[in-house]
């Protein structure tokens, strides 16, 4: 069964850091341009990082640049986004996305259309 999974949210603190990471199962990340969305409570699923499939390309939404580290390791077939000096409003439920070959500033601009699999989101609370 294909599918991605994510994993590492959690709580945090307000300027704390924290690293979520999306693992392929049954399914090869290699030719794969992968993607970080997040969903607010009540608000649209957004871009919020996105890096081509050899690791080379990356996008930030600009909310997040300078705080925001997208990565991935292809012997691992894992993407990681590293995430630092958090403020409430990155709280929400993160995606990963794959999209095979994409364009990593189409692909996190494109209001999430057009991803060949998405996982289930892991929760991400940003909160004193």
């Known amino acids: 069964q294909l599918q991605l999974v994510e994993s590492g949210g959690g709580l945090v603190q307000p300027g704390e850091s924290l690293r979520v990471s999306c693992a392929g199962s049954?399914?090869?990340?290699?030719?794969?341009?992968m993607g970080w969305f997040r969903q607010a409570p009540g608000q649209e699923r957004e871009g919020v990082s996105c890096?081509?499939?050899?690791?080379?390309?990356?996008y930030y939404a600009d909310s997040v640049k300078g705080r925001f580290t997208i990565s991935r390791d292809n012997t691992k077939n894992t993407v990681y986004l590293q995430m630092n000096s958090l403020k409430p409003e990155d709280t929400g439920v993160y995606y990963c996305?794959?999209?095979?070959?994409?364009?990593?500033?189409?692909?996190?601009?494109?209001?999430?259309?057009?991803?060949?699999?998405w996982g289930k989101g892991t929760l991400v609370t940003v909160s004193s």
């Open positions: 049954g399914l090869n990340l290699g030719t794969y341009a």
């Open positions: 890096i081509n499939h050899l690791g080379r390309t990356t």
């Open positions: 996305a794959a999209k095979r070959f994409g364009n990593p500033q189409a692909m996190c601009t494109s209001g999430d259309r057009g991803m060949d699999y």
